[in-house]
């Protein structure tokens, strides 16, 4: 079974959503028989934004007669992130919360593997994945609350991966949450020891049944 683990903190070791994504990529190697973890820390990796070659054919790419496109830069990128990811069995993502949404590198990882006619279609009923469904775990690590009672800000970061993910087949989605890490050091500590046991707690029996 092959793990694929991305991250995209810009704080390294200090950041508590690669943390807590460690955490449950430990946890899934416990239970599973993982042959091969791929490793992709945004940081080390960053493909610089995308490039106009890449633009111009996603803008074009409806009604595109056959012509060939560029197979260089951001196109070569992006065929190389979605071979990735078709490959992997379970997929593990770490994220902070950056102005109420994702961060601009997952942003910039989203540009390149959402791709017209490529890991979507777009059909009369609308756009369909490519992609074949599989366990996708999501770490966020947030300054402050979101989707709860406790929340004073908007949350556009998991309805808009739950929508973006979709498009190109991956429904299944299961979201773990460190909040508050900006808070009171009592409350980030609660809060952080509640997120990873959470993590290790991870009912493991569903995602075996899955990719079987
Ligand atoms: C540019 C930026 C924007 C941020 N925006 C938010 C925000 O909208 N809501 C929030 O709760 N925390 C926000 N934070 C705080 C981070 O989510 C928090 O520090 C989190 O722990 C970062 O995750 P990391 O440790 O994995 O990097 C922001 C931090 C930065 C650097």
Redesign the pocket.
């Known amino acids: 079974m092959k793990l694929l683990h991305l991250?995209?903190?810009?704080?390294g070791e200090?950041?508590?959503?690669?943390?807590?994504s460690q955490a449950i990529v430990d946890r899934l190697c416990s239970q599973h028989l993982v042959s091969r973890i791929i490793r992709r820390d945004w940081r080390l990796h960053a493909a610089s934004a995308i490039d106009a070659d890449y633009a111009n054919a996603l803008a074009n790419a409806a009604g595109n007669n056959g012509e060939r496109s560029s197979s260089e830069g951001s196109m070569e990128e992006s065929e190389r992130l979605i071979c990735e990811l078709e490959e992997a069995d379970l997929v593990v993502i770490?994220?902070?919360?950056?102005?109420?949404?994702v961060?601009a590198s997952l942003k910039t990882w989203i540009d390149l593997v959402v791709r017209i006619n490529r890991s979507f279609t777009i059909t009369p009923a609308g756009k369909v994945g490519t992609l074949k469904s599989k366990p996708v775990y999501i770490a966020?690590?947030?300054?402050?609350?979101?989707g709860s009672d406790r929340s004073r800000?908007p949350d556009f970061l998991t309805p808009y991966l739950k929508a973006i993910l979709a498009t190109i087949g991956l429904h299944d989605l299961r979201f773990f949450s460190?909040?508050?890490?900006?808070l009171e050091i009592n409350i980030v500590k609660a809060q952080r020891q509640a997120a990873h046991d959470q993590a290790t707690n991870i009912d493991t029996t569903i995602a075996a049944s899955r990719v079987a």
């Open positions: 991250t995209f903190s810009p704080r200090e950041s508590e959503s690669t943390q807590l770490g994220t902070p919360m950056h102005n109420f949404t961060p966020i690590a947030s300054g402050g609350f979101f800000q460190a909040q508050g890490m900006a």
